[in-house]
């Protein structure tokens, strides 16, 4: 009935499809003042869509670099064009330092790491790692601009930082590790508070914002441990945990910045179990349900996970103490939905049972609208996303792409989604994002969601080209074939939000649509 009502109260809408009137032109003399002529269309600018940030990243086989630029102004004009940059390919090398004024000598099998110094767009950094040969040589290509550098020797030697970028203009790529003897030696050991030592833990010394000033070293049969640090190290705190193999077996918990003293003394809560079973909303066990628990708190967090048997029973081994639980069955249509966050408090003294219901998955039904109202037509392709909780990692929904009247369906886990929609390409339309809140508890019906509206479109262009500051004026060996050119809204924590992407063609150009609205990042459906 819910949706015989959705119907019924569209048929008063257009169910045209979208026109943009465009302007022909051979030059931006014919267009308006707001509109730039190109490919033979006058084309205006954006009327409320303003600063975005761009990569240009060419295709696999090209010898040029990827390109990044923020703070372009679409209030000024959609027709941007972009000049991509051969990078450097250099070579250089990675030696020590020797004792005694015995010069250098080669550092093999270092690990450089480059990392773009400032990037435009926070959470989209180039990286470029290379490692170094037996002699200590290494190759890297990195595209134009600043790099911040880090080396990483083999153990026991610390990291290397440079203190200044390096800029692909005037490159330095030889690089040198201050000798063995001017670092800082570190003999320690872990031991429990009121107890004996902790061995088989992995061992980092880092700075106040976590960064490593050491290699990992692992602490031997009577807690003891050694590092070396950077020349004139004066403090530092210790990450202590799990070495990286570890599976199964007795837990380690967690401990970020613990002081450097001598010896160190850990709390080191007892061992406690969990254990229970994994059930549906009918009491029938959910076979190979994944169970997730963490203790997040201070001074130590541990996380760990485990699978339900063939009759959803689980058991897990931690440490004493206050636990958030959540159990995922498979990620397939018919199984249940992940269960409820459940608190529980773990002791050493007797193995705790806490059950997990699962109950059975959403099930909802919305309408997608275009700009003005009418609804979209068929095929438009929904991407539904859980987003991470304290426990689980994103988990996908499951989507019925639009039907002829704009409506799509969703069968998913109660929770938070990030919800893009990609119009077909021969729309016109740009994609959309939104968040939607599924909730819980509303059994086997389908229900209403909120009606998704697409934003006015901005179709933007341009040129792609190398070896020329005006693309206009580049010749045909000149123009960049095949490379992706990707618009972003920044968020404000500065990372980016897909507006949209497209390809260029034979002659370097390109078209993206994207949605002309002042605040293109993510929306709230509720």
Same mark, same amino acid.
């Given at each position: 009935? %819910?949706?015989?009502?959705?119907?019924?109260?569209?048929?008063?809408?257009?169910?045209?499809?979208?026109?943009?009137? @465009?302007?022909?032109?051979?030059?931006?003399? +014919?267009?308006? +003042?707001?509109?730039?002529?190109?490919?033979?269309?006058?084309?205006?600018?954006?009327?409320?869509?303003?600063?975005?940030? @761009?990569?240009?990243?060419?295709?696999?086989?090209?010898?040029?670099?990827?390109?990044?630029?923020?703070?372009i102004d679409l209030q000024q004009s959609a027709v941007k064009d972009f000049t991509l940059l051969a990078p450097l390919a250099g070579s250089g090398t990675v030696v020590q330092t020797q004792d005694a004024n015995a010069g250098t000598a080669p550092v093999p099998d270092a690990l450089v790491t480059f990392t773009e110094h400032d990037p435009p767009i926070a959470d989209r950094i180039e990286q470029v790692s290379a490692r170094t040969d037996p002699g200590g040589s290494y190759t890297a290509r990195l595209p134009q601009g600043l790099w911040d550098i880090l080396v990483q020797p083999p153990a026991p030697l610390p990291p290397y930082r440079p203190s200044s970028p390096l800029s692909t203009a005037a490159p330095q790529l030889n690089l040198t590790l201050p000798s063995v003897n001017s670092l800082v030696h570190v003999q320690n050991a872990l031991l429990i508070v009121d107890g004996g030592?902790?061995?088989?833990?992995?061992?980092?010394?880092?700075?106040s914002a976590g960064t490593p000033l050491s290699a990992p070293s692992l602490s031997q049969a009577d807690g003891g441990f050694s590092l070396l640090l950077p020349p004139g190290t004066s403090g530092y705190y210790l990450q202590v945990g799990p070495p990286p193999d570890a599976d199964g077996g007795t837990p380690l918990p967690n401990y970020d910045l613990l002081p450097s003293t001598s010896p160190v003394s850990v709390d080191l809560p007892l061992i406690a179990t969990l254990q229970g079973t994994v059930v549906d909303s009918m009491d029938a066990g959910v076979a190979a349900a994944r169970v997730y628990a963490r203790h997040e708190g201070v001074p130590w967090t541990l996380a760990r996970s485990t699978t339900a048997d063939s009759n959803g029973a689980y058991s897990l081994t931690l440490r004493a103490g206050d636990y958030?639980?959540?159990?995922?069955?498979?990620?397939?249509?018919?199984?249940?939905? @992940?269960?409820?966050?459940? !608190?529980? @408090?773990?002791?050493?003294?007797a193995p705790t049972t806490l059950n997990l219901i699962c109950p059975p998955k959403v099930r909802g039904f919305g309408l997608i609208i275009r700009s003005d109202g009418a609804p979209v037509g068929a095929n438009y392709q929904i991407t539904a996303t859980r987003l991470a909780d304290k426990l689980l990692t994103t988990r996908a929904a499951f989507s019925i792409p639009t039907t002829a009247d704009g409506i799509w369906h969703i069968t998913a886990d109660p929770g938070r989604y990030r *919800?893009?929609?990609?119009?077909?390409?021969?729309?016109?339309?740009?994609? %959309?994002?939104?968040?939607?809140?599924?909730?819980?508890?509303?059994?086997?019906?389908?229900?209403?969601?909120?009606?998704?509206?697409?934003?006015?479109?901005?179709? *933007?262009?341009?040129?792609?080209?190398?070896?020329?500051?005006?693309? +206009? +004026? !580049?010749?045909?060996?000149?123009?960049?074939?095949?490379?992706t050119v990707s618009f972003f809204a920044l968020d404000a924590n500065g990372h980016g939000v897909l507006l949209g992407s497209g390809p260029t063609d034979t002659s370097g150009h390109y078209k993206v649509v994207l949605p002309d609205v002042a605040q293109p990042g993510v929306a709230t459906g509720r």
């Open positions: 009935m %819910k949706r015989a009502a959705l119907l019924f109260a569209l048929c008063a809408c257009s169910l045209r499809n979208p026109r943009v009137d @465009v302007q022909p032109c051979s030059s931006s003399r +014919q267009c308006d +003042q707001n509109a730039v002529c190109f490919l033979g269309e006058c084309r205006p600018h954006s009327s409320a869509l303003s600063l975005v940030a @761009v990569e240009v990243r060419p295709p696999n086989d090209s010898m040029l670099g990827t390109l990044q630029v923020g703070g030592p902790i061995p088989g833990a992995d061992v980092t010394a880092v700075d958030a639980v959540e159990a995922a069955p498979p990620a397939t249509v018919d199984a249940p939905a @992940v269960s409820p966050e459940s !608190a529980v @408090v773990l002791s050493a003294a *919800v893009e929609i990609v119009p077909t390409a021969d729309s016109g339309l740009p994609r %959309k994002i939104v968040q939607l809140d599924l909730p819980g508890g509303t059994g086997p019906t389908e229900f209403q969601l909120p009606t998704i509206a697409l934003s006015p479109p901005l179709l *933007v262009g341009g040129t792609v080209c190398f070896g020329t500051s005006n693309c +206009q +004026q !580049a010749t045909t060996s000149q123009r960049v074939t095949n490379a």
